[in-house]
């Protein structure tokens, strides 16, 4: 897949034309990394935003008492770190490679000669930008409001929707997860996370078996949510 085709798969480019994708993706600039290793540490500048090429990045906050929460898996044309093409605030997650990962980067300054070339395109993307800032906004009244159960649910409703792969049995979230990766993810304790995968399983919405969850009746699950 070329650069530009990536390109087209993030969100906040999906509406630009293919003239403005090929013009941008010129400025794209890979970079590797290899399991476990750092990415960017909350609290550095941000200068980058990250294309996923290859592998898989966990987007994680850190407390200075070793505690981590998991706010996102990621993988192929997904993309992280879009608010360092606006201001140079510090980061406010961790990003972490869960493999071998190349990534594309755009830099903050070729993106915005980018802008000063093309001005047309500045309302198509601060209306994606709008979107971001409502999928977050949905994210902590999520955490906010929804109990145990139903958080869980809309996590894996949304790694279904994102990271899913439909098959005869049902949608199979395709990154293995640790009952901890998950936990973190639904901002829940690992027992509780267990406890209700195990409460899910029984009523047959789901299986989960070596760090593969499958949604058996994905429609059934989200009346949890609702």
Known sequence: MSYSELLSQVPLFSSLGSDDLERLS??????????????????????????????????????????????????????????????????????????????LALNRKDFQKFLEERPQVVPVLLAELSRLVRR???????????????????????????????????????????????????GLTRESTNRWLRFYAREGLLSYEEGRITLLEPDNLRLNVE
């Open 26 to 103: 010129t400025s794209l600039q890979l970079r590797r990394y290899t399991r476990g290793e750092i990415i960017f540490h909350q609290g550095d500048v941000g200068m980058d935003l990250y294309i996923i090429r290859k592998g898989e990045v966990t987007i994680r906050l850190s407390s200075a008492d070793g505690r981590e929460v998991t706010l996102a898996l990621l993988q192929r044309g997904d993309a992280f770190g879009e608010l360092a093409l606006l201001d140079e605030a510090p980061r406010s997650t961790d990003a972490v490679a869960r493999e071998e990962t190349a990534l």
């Open 136 to 186: 977050v906004t949905q994210t902590v009244h999520d955490a906010s409001f929804l109990d145990a159960r139903a958080r869980l649910a809309r996590v894996l409703l949304d790694l279904a929707q994102r990271q899913g792969e439909s098959g005869n049995e049902g949608v199979s979230i395709t990154p293995r997860l640790t009952q901890t990766e998950l936990a973190n993810l639904a």
